[in-house]
């Protein structure tokens, strides 16, 4: 509530220009146009001109039981389904019921058969609740599914009519596992309940290549698919005019020509004739809200102030308009936020996304602002309130909205990606949580983009860039930690290691010397044996000086000891041969003799 920009918010639907007053209908009846939002199951006695389809739809779910119906964004597949060809099997006997598969399509399916397997439940919460059960036990048993068909069918007494509407959802949000193992379901349901259930889907034409790389879709689909085509005159007439007539509202003569040549001069060239209809409910919904006396007039065409602008200006204007009703801080606000609400992807043009409440909390006054002015939609999910763009064609009729989304196509295809991480992670059990944060240089990116970027993440896409920083954080620590404890267990070592070579060397060492000693007197023993050997002879035979030399030489050469050198010495002495006085200096190991 409150005021914004010095206005006060609205808190009903917006009223006629003040200058074109009507005196009918009041405020409160409800319009027979749907604007952008799709013709539902409630407005079959306002859906007009595709009667041909119907027939063809009903005509291959009588021989096949399946029907796949297949058009350009803005074609009508979705008001098709659910005004059409389920209110024509429901008036047949059928008992019908329509879901979106959205991120998860079990869950989608599942909230789709609540009303069928619960029909007690009103409120949104149990609903959910037992949606979320159901998806459960379908996801792990899939037989499960065809077994509460078959008992459903047979309490009722009734065909049953399944139509999955927006069936590329599939490819374009759903996450990889859930899109093969949602795939499988459909088959196995197919071969197992065709004799109780007529299954329906719609698909948009750009996915179709996505749908038939599935072998079981595209042997499912083979002689079952259903293109819708534009609307020809007469049936666009008939859009024109009939749902005004039933609330009694005729047009001035000639206006339902000029919407009908000016529909076709608007056809947008990229997106097909398909693309003007949603630009053509979109103009009568807001001619609606300006007739004067039961009258849709060529004034309010046409005036240049408070006219609608046109068939191709009429949802640019008016996107416009709401736009600026905002102030210069909130436009800011309002431009992230749609650029939020489309889904980028390869192979595909933008599409519209659904986003929970709580990524776009911060911005929920905006929600409710742009909701009640019908760019957005606000429906109900598992988790509470799903937001998305009341349409694709407001991504090709606002230029300034495909500007945005262009100029930050990049930074978006970034935040899409980490905005499905973050969801699989919050999914995910506590245990296993850690394993899917951002690591090394993908964190690297995500911390930069979140730093120069903040207002552009949502709480849970910030909390989860957080949470890598803090893993990674901690990672370092404990390596850091680590490093420690083995750089000292390192130097530990070292530092033993070294103890054990000093220890080692030192006992080699003693080793050396006691070995070197035992050598030395080993020496002395002989040497000194020698000696004695030498003094002997020398003694006892006279004679034979020379030997006594030989020995007290061979004894000096072992080790030189003061005996063997006076025996050598007396020896010479003795010896006639030898002239001169004996030597004074002697070779040999010297050895310092004790007693």
């Not at 079981?216 to 007469?234: A, E, K, V």
């Not at 408070?306 to 210069?328: D, K, N, Q, S, T």
């Not at 980028?344 to 009640?372: C, I, K, M, Q, T």
């Amino acid at each position: 509530g409150g005021s914004r920009s010095g206005r006060t918010k609205p808190t009903k639907a917006p009223s006629y220009p003040a200058n074109i007053r009507p005196s009918f209908p009041p405020i409160d009846v409800e319009s027979p146009y749907r604007g952008l939002a799709p013709f539902e199951t409630e407005h079959r006695d306002l859906f007009f001109g595709r009667s041909r389809y119907v027939a063809a739809a009903k005509e291959l779910l009588a021989s096949r039981s399946v029907v796949c119906i297949v058009g350009a964004s803005g074609a009508g597949k979705s008001s098709l389904v659910r005004a059409g060809v389920l209110p024509a099997l429901e008036r047949n006997g059928a008992l019908v019921t329509v879901c979106r598969p959205r991120e998860d399509p079990f869950v989608g399916l599942a909230r789709g058969l609540v009303p069928l397997l619960e029909p007690d439940l009103t409120d949104h919460g149990p609903i959910w609740l037992a949606a979320n059960r159901y998806a459960d036990e379908f996801r792990r048993t899939p037989s499960r599914l065809s077994d509460v068909l078959h008992i459903i069918a047979e309490q009722k007494g009734q065909r049953i009519c399944l139509a999955i509407d927006q069936f590329e959802e599939v490819f374009a949000q759903a996450a990889d596992i859930h899109r093969t193992d949602f795939v499988t379901l459909l088959e196995d349901l197919r071969e197992s309940s065709c004799a109780i259930l007529d299954l329906v889907l719609a698909v948009r034409a750009d996915f179709m290549d996505q749908v038939l790389a599935f072998d079981p879709l595209r042997q499912m689909l083979q002689d079952t698919t259903l293109f819708l085509g534009p609307m020809n005159d007469d049936e666009l007439m008939d859009a024109i005019i009939e749902p005004a007539r039933a609330r009694g509202v005729r047009f001035e003569t000639g206006l339902p020509e000029r919407l009908l040549r000016d529909a076709a001069a608007s056809t947008d060239q990229d997106a097909g004739a398909a693309s003007r209809l949603p630009l053509l409910q979109f103009a009568l919904s807001e001619l609606w809200l300006r007739q004067r006396d039961r009258v849709i007039e060529h004034v309010i065409y046409d005036d240049a102030e408070l006219g609608i602008g046109g068939i191709e200006g009429a949802l640019r204007r008016h996107a416009e308009r709401v736009y600026r009703r905002f102030g210069e801080d909130e436009r800011g606000r309002v431009r992230r936020l749609f650029r939020r609400l489309a889904k980028h992807g390869s192979g595909f043009a933008d599409v519209r996304r659904s986003v929970p409440r709580r990524e776009v909390a911060a911005d929920w006054d905006l929600v409710a602002e742009l909701s009640h002015r019908r760019l957005i939609t606000v429906s109900e999910d598992r988790d509470g309130s799903v937001v998305e763009v009341v349409h694709e064609a407001l991504f090709r009729a606002w230029p300034d909205l495909r500007d945005w989304i262009s100029e930050h196509k990049e930074f978006d295809l970034w935040r899409q990606e980490l905005g499905a991480q973050a969801r699989t992670s919050d999914a995910a059990p506590p245990a296993t949580r850690r394993d899917l944060l951002l690591r090394g240089a993908v964190l690297a990116v995500a911390r930069t983009r979140a730093s120069e970027r903040p207002q552009e993440l949502s709480t849970l896409e910030t909390a989860f860039v957080a949470a890598g920083e803090t893993s990674e954080r901690r990672s370092r620590q404990r390596m850091t930690g680590a490093i420690s404890v083995a750089f000292v267990a390192i130097v530990f070592i070292a530092i033993f290691a070294g103890m054990q070579w000093m220890r080692a060397e030192e006992q080699r060492n003693v080793a050396v010397d006691a070995r070197t000693e035992a050598e030395r007197q080993a020496d002395l023993a002989i040497a000194r044996q020698l000696a004695t050997t030498a003094r002997q002879v020398l003694n006892e035979e006279a004679a034979n000086t020379g030997f006594a030399a030989k020995i007290a030489v061979a004894s000096v050469n072992r080790r030189v000891t003061p005996e063997a050198v006076q025996i050598l010495r007396s020896a010479l002495d003795l010896t006639p041969e030898v002239s001169g006085p004996a030597p004074t200096t002697l070779t040999g190991p010297q050895t310092a003799i004790s007693d």
